[in-house]
Structure formats: structure tokens, C-alpha cells
Nanobody, 129 residues
Framework: QVQLVESGGGTVQAGGSLRLSCAASGRAFSALVLAWFRQAPGKEREFVGAERWSLSGSITYYSDSVKGRFTISRDLAKNTVYLQMNTLKPEDTAVYYC????????????????????WGQGTQVTVSS
């Protein structure tokens, strides 16, 4: 069992920055694939990015809409994954969720919400124009 708790959401003006945090407990943190999704009102849940950590290092994946602006990082000592969001746009307004699934040797469809077993409660991000 894994518990995920997001924090760091809020309201920011366009062009500003926010850093979201997702604290995990219940499983070996380093063994989890961690992802961020978002959902705007009236929209389907959208993939933002994901990170897979291994002994050889981490690999990250980002959607085209956030690539170059958002960065995922992981602090193993704190069992926390971060989403640094820069140059925010009004279109980024959504509830942001972190998600996790135990890593496996096979490939993972990182952008598919169906791949993830555990979800946080979400944190609201509002970007004003």
C-alpha cells in the first residue's frame, strides 16, 4: 500500500512559478515510478510527466505541452517527488495529481493513467492572466 499527499498548489500570475510536492509512504520509494497528471474543469485527466529511478539514474518523460517549462525531481531521503513549474500559463490551471506504480522490468505506458495504482488527493493550481 502507498499513500500519496500533494501540496504546494495555489494561485499565481501568468509567467510565475510554483513547486508542487508529493510525499509518499508505505512502500520503498526508490522502487516506484512516479508521475504527475492534471485535470481542468470539463477536461479529461492529462499526463504531465513521469520519472523512473534506478541505480543508473533517473529517466523523465514530459508531455509536449509542458516540456521545457516543468521539471520533475525526486528526493529519496524525504520520500518526496517534486514538480517545478515555470513560465506558467492560464492553460496550466487544473487540479494536479501525483500517481505511483511499483516499477517492473517490462515497459510502462507512462502517459496512461490506467498504469498507476496509487493516487494523491490533488492540489489546485490556478494561473491568472
Amino acid at each position: 500500500q502507498v499513500q500519496l499527499v500533494e501540496s504546494g498548489g495555489g494561485t499565481v500570475q501568468a509567467g510565475g512559478s510554483l513547486r508542487l510536492s508529493c510525499a509518499a509512504s508505505g512502500r520503498a520509494f526508490s522502487a516506484l515510478v512516479l508521475a504527475w497528471f492534471r485535470q481542468a474543469p470539463g477536461k479529461e485527466r492529462e499526463f504531465v510527466g513521469a520519472e523512473r529511478w534506478s541505480l543508473s539514474g533517473s529517466i523523465t518523460y514530459y508531455s509536449d505541452s509542458v516540456k521545457g517549462r516543468f521539471t520533475i525531481s525526486r528526493d529519496l531521503a524525504k520520500n518526496t517527488v517534486y514538480l517545478q513549474m515555470n513560465t506558467l500559463k492560464p492553460e496550466d490551471t487544473a487540479v494536479y495529481y501525483c500517481a505511483a506504480v511499483p516499477g517492473r522490468s517490462g515497459s510502462i505506458r507512462y502517459s496512461s493513467s490506467d498504469e498507476y495504482d496509487y493516487w494523491g488527493q490533488g492540489t489546485q493550481v490556478t494561473v491568472s492572466s
